[in-house]
């Protein structure tokens, strides 16, 4: 079996001796030549293959690379059909996602950020034979964006192809800890907008041909405003689409050639199913033929499939992916904290949102709800459900991973808000659970209730009830937390389902919640009636070892009732 792209995103290392399943991108390339722009610009959520597409770029745009293009292209789409720029370019690579901002005052990330470009620039010089002594005399030059003229300038007989890795990591990476320094480096005079506006200049005067940027959110680009407005921005373009991330063809193939060659997995159409539940749901553009996978998460769930028993990861959300979006959860506090929270609670309760993709940012105004529900989109924390009008979008949470990620967040937040004691040992009270033991669960969600009930006792209600008993299962690792899936036309509020058979339970949770005691014994028998009916249906009398129970909750708190 070929290697899996995991954490690779060298394509010459990829292609060259054939190890490694590729899934071929390269006819993008010849869309991006047929749009006649030169200088674009490329958006999508972290973990979406951006930088191993950068890399192609690379090697088929490189004049270095010339001898070695057809054992690199030759069965990729563009090696089949080159057009006629292949290997005409020197290419100048800057990378900006290693530069470390926690922590670090302006002068320290400045001082980051400028060995970034020195290493780029050296590196160009380097491969394109020109003497040590220019890289020692630009090594001299302390300010990034003087260095990088007086490089241009040296350079400015060259064919240039300039690419842009995470164009905005850094900055939003500051963004989310200080906003008034993130407009200090990226507003007028700031040491990242005159690097830029350097960088505008060359592709005015024709030392830059053609450009290419990579990056997760507009709001940097949008900052550096007239500095830098010389980009297209094809992020939302219906051809590029299925730029980056996988389509259901690739998905397939894909599991073609990996574990289905190795495994007997029974029904494939719910193997299937449950692949496209934790990692699809992307739409980029509303008149797009297909969603999109996150193509990080499923070669992880590839990689990490045990092929000797056959079974699903433990961890079907890869930790470094996860600590990777915690980090950009730190976003959220742009603006008005509260009110972003209370967008993420009602997405949440009712997994949709309302509202409208804005073209632009302006920090300096008030930020509004249209730009938070912009930037979730932009970071993938929501996307496109289907087009309204006048504009508007419906949007939703687009697979299971991303919804555990907000399910672990609103249960970090409870606990910074309200001092309340949510995840901590969570995971030993639910393993006591998949035993069969449910009184440490039930004793930590009576604490939450009773404290946020009466705190809220008037808009406190069965959503909020449903929420917080949601973001407590999401911890739960060794289960598939379903939230109101459709068995035959019903829908249960919550299933647990073992992620394989050592799961010693399987649950199905009806959730009523009484808003006072003379309603309390009608919620009740109403749960434990839907319950019954829920046991009757086909497709939950095939789940193996399963528990049923109306939970019942009140602002005195929780009642489990086994039917």
Sequence with gaps: MKKIIYGESNFRKVKINNDYLYIDKTQHIEKLESINESFLIFLRPRRFGKSLFLSTLQYYYDENSANEFDAIFHDTYIGKNPTPLKSSYRILFFEFSGIEVEQKDTKEIKKSFRVNVKVSIKRY?????????????????????????????????????????EYDQ???????????????????GGFVRSFYEVLKSAT?????????ITGVTPITLDSLSSGFNIVLNISHHKQFNEMAGFTQKEVDYSLDETIFKKCDIGKKEDFLAKVKTWYDGYLFNVKA?????????????????????????????????????RAIMKLFNIGDSEKNNQILQKLIENNVITGAIKDRYDLNQEFSQDDFITLLYSMGFITIKRELFGGAFEFEI??????????????????????????????????????????????????????????????????????????????????????QPEKDRKYPDILLIGRDTRVPNNYLFELKWAKSKDNYKAKRNEGIKEVKEYLELDKIKGISKLRAFALIGSKDGVEFVEV
């Design 398 to 483: 687009p697979n299971y991973a991303i919804k555990i990620l907000y399910f672990n967040y609103f249960a970090k937040e409870l606990e910074k808000r309200y001092s309340l004691e949510v995840s901590a040992n969570i995971g030993e009270i639910l393993i006591n659970l998949a035993l069969g033991d449910l009184s440490q669960f039930k004793e930590r969600l009576n604490r939450v209730v009773e404290t946020l009930s009466n705190r809220d006792h008037h808009g406190f209600d069965e959503k909020h009830f449903q929420s917080i008993v949601l973001s407590l299962f999401s911890f739960a690792e060794f289960y598939f937390t379903e939230s």
């Design 170 to 188: 850094f900055a939003n990476a500051i963004l989310a800890y200080n906003m008034k320094e993130f407009l200090e480096i990226v507003g007028k």
């Design 125 to 165: 010089l380097d491969d394109y034979g020109y003497s040590s002594s220019i890289i020692k005399q630009l090594a001299k030059i302390d300010n990034p964006a003087d260095m990088v003229k007086e490089f241009l300038e040296i350079i400015k007989d060259d064919k240039v192809y300039l690419l842009i890795d």
């Design 289 to 325: 033929n297909e969603r999109i996978y996150n193509s990080t998460l499923l070669n992880y769930f590839i990689s990490n499939y045990d092929y000797d028993d056959c079974t699903m990861p433990t961890k079907m959300l890869d930790v470094n992916v996860a600590s990777d979006y």
């Design 204 to 212: 005015q005067n024709g030392v830059v041909k053609k450009m290419f």
